[in-house]
């Protein structure tokens, strides 16, 4: 059975950091990109970031490059999203989700699997 787990989420306060853990099993990370999507209160869920070994580099998007690094584990079969400077339009759902095979760009209608969300507020 495919399942996503989202943990570290949390109340930061504006320039604190926080690191996101998504445990995968059911499958194995070679052959999927493991992306970050996130959905702030009354707005639409946007990709953050996304990590594959087929695809090169990883993805960041521009609202979070340099600020934000994904990473992977494959031997605890885990990706992270570590993630530095936030600001208060960082506070959002943050979501894990798998896409096998994937490549750029990064599109929810892509993904295969979803995990239920961690909360990020960052507020002073």
């Known amino acids: 059975q495919v399942q996503l787990v989202e943990s570290g989420g949390g109340v930061v306060q504006p320039g604190g950091s926080l690191r996101l853990s998504c445990a995968a099993s059911?499958?194995?990370?070679?052959?999927?990109?493991i992306a970050w999507f996130r959905q702030a209160p009354g707005k639409e869920r946007e990709g953050v970031s996304c990590?594959?070994?087929?695809?090169?580099?990883?993805y960041y998007a521009d609202s979070v490059k340099g600020r934000f690094t994904i990473s992977a584990n494959n031997t605890k079969n885990t990706v992270y999203l570590e993630m530095n400077n936030l600001k208060p339009e960082d506070t959002a759902v943050y979501y894990c989700?798998?896409?096998?095979?994937?490549?750029?760009?990064?599109?929810?209608?892509?993904?295969?699997?979803w995990g239920r969300g961690t909360l990020v507020t960052v507020s002073s």
């Open positions: 989700a798998a896409s096998e095979g994937w490549a750029p760009p990064l599109l929810e209608e892509d993904m295969d699997y």
């Open positions: 990590i594959s070994s087929n695809a090169g580099s990883p």
């Open positions: 059911g499958f194995t990370l070679d052959y999927y990109g």
